[in-house]
């Protein structure tokens, strides 16, 4: 039997032992927070290199010189900018034409579709009217009587050479074809002026031709860039079937500010820039300054041809153009060599030397041409040093290290 004595002992002896169990627990659960941050910190190290090192291309100072690298230090120069202006791309107004009926009809047949190119007296479309039966029927009576008027000649000729007429019967006879032929020629002039051809039909078809119908050609060759009719309308000479424009010569409409017209004059090179195609510079020279001020905008209208024969520009584009001008004013300003730049998609980058055998790619934005450099706008500052050749190397080795690290 356990005495009160015993017992109390072994109680003490748990409890020890509790206690013991306890302060173990805390000692390495404190250890534990203790050493926490330590396990963290490679980890957020890692993670750091890891964000810097896209970009970066490593190349020790012998390769650099084996591919012919070479950088240059940025530095504002004092440049004579040219002026700056919006515009907007037009048709050639001297190359489009816009196509109507010469008289009232129906249209019958559509050969031409929005969009296709077409030559200089192409058929885009024919139609019929009740004026054109009118002039087939006294045509066709005419041709009769003249033919009739011409054997009714010949007749009376070898009668008068046979002395069985008097001269008088051939002289009526030439009168009276004289009179049938002016008939004859008056209706192929009204053929001619509704835009038939009616030797070439009658070439065609033989002496019975078919009733013809009103061809609707085009009197340039380009493309059809409106059509506003459809198959059985009833058209007039009031509606402008179709518009056909040669768009491999296309007008830049600039808006120049008052303020600026005294440095301009007809002749001065302009460079054409539009969004579509912001690596492609186009060319031109001012071909005309108008004469009158907008009251609202306070700008005059001049113009410039481009040549379009790629037929990348597309009339309605909006533009900016610079024009050279001897009066520019001088700016300071970051340009550098369009050879330093290389494009991505529309994103313009560089590489900057950030160490002796290191360069990091660093997207810029960039402004106004001047002659072979481009403004940089945003994303370098003077003092900063960049490849200028050999870039095509260093992307090269970006792509190929970006690779090795997936």
């Known amino acids: 039997m356990i005495t009160r004595k015993e017992l109390k002992m072994r109680n003490n002896f748990i409890m020890l032992i509790l206690i013991l169990f306890l302060g173990t627990a805390v000692f390495i659960s404190g250890c534990g927070k203790k050493e926490s941050p330590k396990d963290e910190k490679p980890s957020a190290a890692v993670e750091k290199k890891e964000k810097e090192e896209p970009g970066v291309v490593t190349l020790s100072e012998e390769k650099q010189k084996g591919a012919g690298i070479e950088v240059q230090k940025i530095a504002q120069e004092s440049i004579s900018a040219p002026l700056a202006a919006t515009a907007v791309i037009e048709p050639n107004a001297d190359r489009v034409s816009k196509i109507s009926p010469r008289t009232s009809g129906k249209i019958v047949k559509l050969i031409a579709s929005l969009g296709d190119r077409v030559k200089a007296g192409q058929p885009l479309a024919y139609f019929d009217s009740p004026e054109l039966g009118q002039i087939w029927a006294e045509y066709l009576k005419a041709k009769g009587r003249a033919g009739l008027a011409r054997k009714n000649l010949q007749r009376e000729e070898t009668l008068f050479e046979k002395k069985v007429s008097p001269e008088k019967d051939v002289l009526k006879a030439k009168q009276e074809l004289s009179e049938v032929e002016a008939d004859l020629n008056l209706s192929k002039e009204r053929f001619r002026l509704l835009g038939i051809d009616i030797s070439q039909l009658e070439i065609q078809n033989g002496k019975n031709a078919d009733h013809p119908l009103i061809p609707i050609s085009s009197a340039i060759g380009g493309a059809v860039i409106e059509k506003t009719v459809s198959q059985g309308e009833v058209v007039g000479p009031d509606k402008t079937l179709f518009t056909v424009?040669?768009?491999?010569?296309?007008?830049?409409?600039i808006d120049?500010?008052?303020?600026?017209?005294?440095k301009?004059?007809?002749?001065?090179?302009?460079?054409v820039l539009v969004t579509a195609f912001p690596e492609k510079v186009f060319r031109g020279r001012l071909s005309y300054i108008g004469d009158v001020v907008d009251e609202r905008t306070r700008t005059v209208k001049a113009r410039v041809t481009v040549d379009n024969s790629s037929g990348l520009l597309k009339p309605g584009m909006f533009a900016t153009v610079s024009i050279d001008t001897a009066k520019g004013e001088v700016e300071k300003v970051i340009a550098i060599s369009e050879e330093a730049i290389l494009l991505e998609g529309t994103t313009r980058y560089v590489f900057v030397q950030v160490s002796p055998d290191k360069f990091k790619k660093k997207d810029i934005t960039t402004g106004r041409a001047f002659g072979k450099k481009l403004e940089v706008i945003e994303g370098l500052k003077e003092g900063d040093t960049i490849a200028v050749k050999g870039v095509f190397i260093l992307k090269s080795e970006l792509k190929k290290e970006s690779l090795e690290a997936e």
Not at 245 to 253: G, K, Q
Not at 256 to 262: F, T
């Open 256 to 262: 120049i500010y008052e303020k600026d017209i005294s």
């Open 264 to 271: 301009v004059k007809a002749g001065m090179p302009v460079k």
């Open 245 to 253: 424009a040669d768009l491999s010569a296309l007008w830049v409409v």
